[in-house]
């Protein structure tokens, strides 16, 4: 079933669930598009984010009356290549840019590809950008980070550590978090949280079997959206539902945000083909095991086939 979703969301695709907008609210949204478009990001729409990142921004960065975050917690699942490393990487930038001191760290699913992303991928684009002067890199085994001119800092963090970086915490980022078999990183970033302005945010695809963590995360979200829930934290899901086909392309178009815009129809088109069929519909169509692969739980599809086709011969 496809829940209402907050107004603010354009366009023909839109999040299957979503948290509401609150328009009275003011958000971040605006600075991080503008440092999307200072680190060179740009599309076949223009300069900087594409319209679901930028509307997924304005949920998860709301502030209340205060001036502080609304949601302690947000979780954005959006299936592969459809852009959210663009997005989360504009996020924690202008964060730590906008606040001097800012303790943000950054855990992937692994803490080589962190590291990776990190010196090999963002290093060389911020290099070349108008930030360069303002940020710098220390490639430091064990202490990875950016180090910013007013004082923050955006570090790593993996698995295998039991505490976060230093005592103050602002932003926590777990991506890819359908690698994650468990809630340690939470729980190494959460006490770091405590007396900050604080928000964890929980990005990835769906996950197989062994991601018990996140599709608690995202199922959790679901019943509170549908019981009208806005409080505690937020949600935005793009995902197709159960019982749609997942090789009509009138399926891609309705829950990949980036389709005809960064991905092309011919793409996933022979992906589909191409693709294990439960790992298409788990990376492309965000659809979880119970979905993906339903039935298979004790004897594996490829096992089955395999027998079926000796007994053929």
Request: hydrophobic content about 40%.
């Amino acid at each position: 079933m496809r829940m209402p979703v907050s107004p603010g969301f354009s366009g023909p695709c839109k999040p299957r669930f979503a948290t509401p907008r609150n328009p009275e609210r003011r958000n971040l949204a605006e600075g991080i598009a503008r440092t999307a478009v200072v680190l060179g990001f740009e599309t076949s729409l223009g300069p900087g984010l594409m319209p679901w990142q930028h509307e997924a921004n304005q949920v998860v960065t709301e502030l209340n009356e205060s001036g502080r975050l609304a949601y302690r917690q947000a979780v954005i699942e959006v299936m592969r290549q459809q852009g959210k490393s663009v997005d989360v990487l504009s996020l924690m930038i202008a964060r730590a840019l906008r606040r001097p001191d800012t303790q943000v760290v950054y855990g992937a699913q692994s803490g080589k590809e962190a590291r990776h992303r990190l010196i090999d991928v963002w290093w060389p684009r911020i290099r070349k950008s108008r930030l360069a002067p303002l940020i710098d890199l220390r490639k430091t085994t064990g202490s990875e980070a950016l180090l910013f001119a007013n004082g923050s800092m955006l570090g790593l963090i993996n698995a295998e550590e039991t505490s976060g970086h230093g005592d103050n915490l602002d932003l926590g980022v777990i991506d890819e978090a359908w690698a994650q078999v468990d809630d340690r990183l939470e729980q190494a970033m959460r006490p770091a949280m405590m007396t900050r302005d604080a928000q964890l945010l929980i990005v990835s695809a769906a996950g197989n079997e062994k991601s018990a963590y996140f599709q608690r995360k995202v199922m959790e979200a679901r019943a509170r959206i549908e019981m009208g829930l806005t409080g505690g934290g937020c949600y935005i899901g793009y995902s197709a539902p159960d019982d749609a086909d997942p090789g009509d392309p009138a399926t891609w178009r309705a829950c990949m945000p980036a389709l005809g815009i960064t991905v092309t129809e011919d793409v996933v088109a022979q992906d589909y083909v191409d693709m294990d069929m439960a790992e298409f519909r788990r990376a492309y169509l965000c659809q979880w095991p119970d979905v993906a692969k339903p039935g298979w739980g004790v004897i594996g599809q490829d096992a089955w086939s395999a027998a079926a086709a000796q007994d053929v011969a």
